[in-house]
C-alpha cells in the first residue's frame, strides 16, 4: 500500500510540474498599426482585421477605407479626400447583400441614394441634390 502511494504522490508532483506557463504581459494588446501611410485596426485577438485605410501627410482619411465583420466579410466601402467622406460608399449586410449605396461630395450626401432589404430587393431611393443645381 505504501508503494501505490508513494508511486501516486510522485506520478501528482511530475503530473503538475510539467505544464508550461506562458508569460504574462501587462501590456495590452496594440490593434491599431500605422505603416507606410495605411491605417489598420484589428479585432481583439489579432486575428481580422476591422478597418483598413490610406492616410494623408495630415493623418487623415484619403481614398478607399474598407471595414469588416469579425468573420473577415467586407461590410462596406466608402472613399475619403482629405479626411471627408468623397465618392462612392456601399454598406452590405452580413449576408453580403448590399444595404444602400450612394455618393458624397465634401462629406454631403450627393446624387441617387438606394437602400435594400436583406433579399437585395430594393426599399427606396432617394435623390439629393447637387450643391449648386
Sequence with gaps: MKKVFFFLLVFGIFACG????KPVSNQPE???E???GVY???YPGKKQLKFKGAL????QRNGKWVFYAESGNELSITMFENG???GFTIVKYPNGRVHYRGEYLHDEMVGTWTTYDADGKLVTEKNYAYPNE
Excluded: P
Aim: aromatic share 10%; net charge positive.
Design 84 to 86: 471627408l467622406k468623397e
Design 30 to 32: 496594440k490593434l491599431i
Design 56 to 59: 494623408d501627410a495630415k493623418s
Design 18 to 21: 510539467s505544464e508550461k506557463k
Design 34 to 36: 500605422q505603416k507606410n
Design 40 to 42: 489598420y485596426e484589428w
